[in-house]
């Protein structure tokens, strides 16, 4: 049997909630999307001993936040309660499963990252910021944070207005320097943000 490839990651999230015979299980499609932030998750130097578990991973978390935010691809639901419930199940299934691969550092960065994104939501530039902090923490997954990517998103709790695109400067530079540019790009296009035009609008 082959194992899966971080391409993967959608039809093998579904496929597992499926598998578990919950009550999220009957709304279970499959995803015909790109896992794009799942791939740059993968690309990075940090992750290379286990690149489709990884992938995997985050995409759960992105699911959560699609259910919570947005439009999900994999759990499909317009019971706004049960969208919730789902919401909250997987993200607590991505950092568990985190958690057991013992990467505490990317785990504290994917719950700054679940705590941020709800707290930047309300603002005016809100789903903006939150894309902003989603393609940073992922390439901090992917290839380390550090004492900018940490700035940034103190600048963000703080409500700051220069902290969306001091998130983006770290991507960019850290997904640089790890030869990732090509993933954070695709990524950034997946969630409505382009990077090949000079830095995105974030006003």
């Known amino acids: 049997m082959v194992a899966p490839a971080p391409e993967d990651a959608l039809s093998v999230l579904a496929g597992q909630l499926r598998d578990e015979d919950s009550v999220i299980s009957p709304h279970v499609r499959d995803a015909d999307g790109v896992p794009a932030l799942g791939l740059l998750v993968a690309a990075g130097p940090r992750t290379a001993s286990a690149r489709a578990e990884y992938a995997l ?33 997987l993200y607590a299934r991505g950092l568990e499963r985190l958690a057991a691969f013992g990467d505490l550092e990317a785990v504290r960065e994917l719950s700054d990252l679940i705590s941020l994104s709800a707290q930047v939501r309300v603002a005016s530039n809100g789903p903006l910021a939150a894309e902003a902090l989603w393609l940073a923490s992922a390439v901090a997954v992917a290839a380390g944070g550090g004492a900018e990517h940490e700035g940034a998103k103190l600048a963000l709790r703080e409500e700051r207005p220069e902290a969306p695109g001091a998130l983006l400067g770290f991507a960019r530079s850290a997904a640089s320097r790890a030869g990732i540019m090509d993933p954070l790009a695709r990524a950034a296009d997946s969630v409505g943000l382009d990077f090949r035009q000079g830095s995105p609008d974030l006003g």
Request: proline residues 0%; without cysteine; glycine residues 10%.
């Open 57 to 89: 991973l985050i995409e759960s978390i992105r699911e959560g936040y699609l259910l919570h935010y947005g439009d999900a691809r994999v759990v499909v639901t317009v019971d706004r309660d049960l969208a919730l419930l789902a919401g909250d199940y």
